[in-house]
């Protein structure tokens, strides 16, 4: 089940990267959650999470620099790439099914959230 689960993370990242957003819904599940801690930020339903990486402010993409996966649980560290430069990402993954249900990201650096055009993101 490890194997899968790291083909499901790994998949998770490459269609997030090439934006090929129908491949990247439907690795997540229906009713799945997103949450930032650091900004308070949460988005319920996979349709919103794909909404929210799709309209992200500025070009990007992610490499993967560590991946642990186990039968339900999946954390990623990234090197998350904008003209800005560099910065950390940990990812933290809940799985069932096949399907991610949650991801929590964590950046080791306080930022706000840019401005968002989507009325899914909730700040708590």
Do not use: K
């Amino acid at each position: 089940m490890s194997a899968a689960n790291e083909e499901l993370i790994r998949r998770f990242w490459a269609t997030a990267n090439a934006g090929d957003w129908p491949a990247f819904e439907a690795l997540l599940s229906p009713d799945m959650v997103y949450l930032v801690p650091q900004t308070r930020e949460r988005i319920r339903g996979r349709e919103h999470f794909v909404e929210f990486f799709r309209t992200w402010p500025e070009a990007w993409r992610s490499e993967i620099t560590r991946c642990i996966v186990d039968a339900q649980r999946a954390v990623t560290v990234i090197d998350f790439l904008t003209e800005r430069g560099r910065e950390t990402g940990i990812s933290f993954f809940e799985l069932q099914g096949g399907l991610i249900t949650e991801v929590c990201d964590f950046w080791p650096s306080d930022y706000e959230p840019p401005q968002r055009a989507i009325a899914a993101v909730e700040r708590y």
